[in-house]
């Protein structure tokens, strides 16, 4: 156990249907990054909080919001999901955002249908 | 200039063996360089770490080679075990920006029996 925990683990949804991935650092950790990790794409960075606060964006869709809640735990909001965005989504913490080697959480598979 | 380039794609090894898997980088400022191992249903777990300003980091069979000319850094895994069956991820940083990691495309490595 990494002390990251993500639920639910698997997710399967609609197209076009809004989901919500819950994310909960490890104990004492500030910092939340959100990742996709599709077969063709490999992981690809979508977002990081620190704090509460948002500190960086990747190539996350305008589709796709996520926030941090001042108990630290993260929660990613996909909407009027496709076929394309099935993928695990991974969420790492780390104590600051300079603590260089983050911890991964076990992932969330959804699959959109 | 944001791509870290992996390969091979996968790897077969005789344990016992050596595994070598390398990555190149273009943006010299990248400047901390993460492997992970990803176990099925498993998050990517962080494995071992160097910064450009050493040539080389051991850490038990694992080991890390830097070619900072060459923007290249591999990963060789001595005396291969079946355990080691797993996909290995390279990255890069930039430490001094958001701190967000840029992975290679994978390597699914098999150690045989």
């Known amino acids: 156990d990494s002390g990251v925990t993500q639920t639910p683990k698997h997710l399967i949804t609609a197209t076009g249907q809004r989901v919500t991935l819950r994310c909960s650092p490890r104990s004492g950790d500030l910092s939340v990054y959100w990742y996709q990790q599709s077969l063709d794409q490999g992981l690809q960075f979508l977002i990081q909080?620190?704090?509460?606060?948002?500190?960086a964006k990747g190539n996350i869709l305008e589709r796709f919001s996520a926030q941090q809640f001042p108990d630290l735990h993260s929660e990613l909001n996909l909407s009027s999901l496709e076929l394309g965005d099935s993928a695990l989504y991974f969420c790492a913490s780390s104590a600051h955002p300079k603590d260089y080697g983050y911890t991964f959480g076990s992932g969330t598979r959804l699959t959109v249908v | 200039q944001q791509q870290v380039k992996q390969s091979p794609q996968s790897l077969i090894v005789q344990k016992g063996g050596i595994s070598i898997i390398n990555c190149a980088y273009e943006?010299?400022?990248?400047?901390?360089f993460p492997w992970y191992q990803q176990f099925p249903g498993k998050g990517p777990a962080l494995l071992i770490a160097?910064?450009?300003?050493?040539s080389e980091k051991k850490e038990g069979r694992f080991t890390i080679s830097f070619n900072k000319s060459a923007k290249q850094f591999s990963l060789h895994i001595m005396d291969s075990q079946p355990g080691d069956s797993a996909t290995y991820f390279c990255a890069a940083s930039i430490t001094s920006g958001t701190y967000k990691y840029i992975f290679g495309t994978g390597t699914r490595l098999k150690v045989l029996a």
């Open positions: 909080y620190y704090n509460g606060e948002e500190r």
């Open positions: 160097i910064r450009p300003d050493v």
């Open positions: 943006n010299t400022a990248f400047d901390y």
